[in-house]
């Protein structure tokens, strides 16, 4: 059953009467956008293309339900494949969007360091001077991330580029071993602002609902369950009916496309015999 569901193109999935009530459901009137904006997403992205389609809409709902746009040029959130399925990852952009709905948070930033740019970091005091006018390279050799509260509670972190390499080893399964792969691979700077941000405010900052979803849905490793519903009888039920209603129309664009052939062939007859 998971196969036959698999194999059902997204741009199909989304036309499904279970699909499009679940996507409503959710986004109200703005579930058809988001629909496009799913289906935009795999026909520009060769490789999600080829995993199974049901974690596309799975991976796009956690962007759904927290009110996050699924354009990977945002960075806002990415749908990225691993072993065959797809996968939500939350960008930087998407925690400092969560933390600024709490109305918490007075000043917040998160920013790359160039060699020279770094005068001077205590991890007791937390105390960072930094001045990007004196750097001497590109060569990127850390990440600062700050905040401020509008109680006045300040946060300051500083992570070397070999701390981030080290805990995307350790934590990210999907980001390759000793050399980066997907995201990690083509957005490094991307992720490590968002590894920085995310876990500063993970540890020192006030969690929202919203943002305590998203610590716990970022990253989440797929699983092979692809129901839409949590009950298990209800969501085989919704699984067989998808297939089933993918299946019938299968048959009858078989059956229209035979009836247009027949006309065309009859057509094509009596044009001779005239």
Excluded: C
């Excluded at 990007?132 to 500083?158: A, C, W």
């Excluded at 129901?227 to 059956?255: C, H």
Aim: hydrophobic share 35%.
């Amino acid at each position: 059953m998971t196969n036959d569901l698999a194999r059902i193109p997204v741009k199909t999935l989304v036309k499904q009467d279970k699909i499009k009530e679940m996507l409503t459901e959710t986004l109200k009137g703005r579930a058809t956008q988001f629909a496009t904006s799913i289906i935009n997403i795999v026909n520009n992205d060769r490789a999600l293309q080829g995993v199974n389609q049901m974690s596309v809409i799975q991976s796009a709902m956690v962007a759904a339900t927290l009110n996050l746009p699924i354009d990977k040029n945002l960075g806002y959130m990415w749908l990225v494949p691993y072993k065959g399925q797809a996968q939500a990852q939350i960008g930087y952009k998407g925690y400092i969007q969560l933390a600024q709905r709490t109305g918490q948070y007075k000043a917040m930033n998160t920013v790359v360091v160039h060699e020279g740019e770094l005068i001077s970091w205590n991890p007791l005091s937390e105390e960072v001077e930094f001045d990007p006018t004196k750097r001497t390279s590109d060569e990127v050799i850390g990440y600062v991330g700050y905040f401020r509260l509008v109680n006045g509670f300040e946060k300051t972190v500083y992570w070397t580029r070999e701390q981030i390499d080290q805990h995307r080893q350790r934590f990210s399964k999907m980001s390759g071993k000793s050399e980066p792969s997907g995201v990690w691979k083509t957005d490094f700077d991307a992720m490590a602002l968002k590894t920085v941000i995310r876990n500063m405010l993970s540890k020192w900052g006030p969690l929202s609902i919203d943002m305590q979803e998203a610590l716990k849905h970022d990253e989440q490793e797929p699983t092979e369950r692809l129901d839409i519903e949590a009950d298990e009888e209800v969501a085989s039920e919704t699984t067989d009916s998808l297939i089933a209603d993918f299946n019938k129309a299968q048959q009858e664009g078989a059956k229209d496309d035979d009836a247009s052939a027949d006309k065309e062939s009859e057509e094509a007859q009596q044009g001779e015999l005239l």
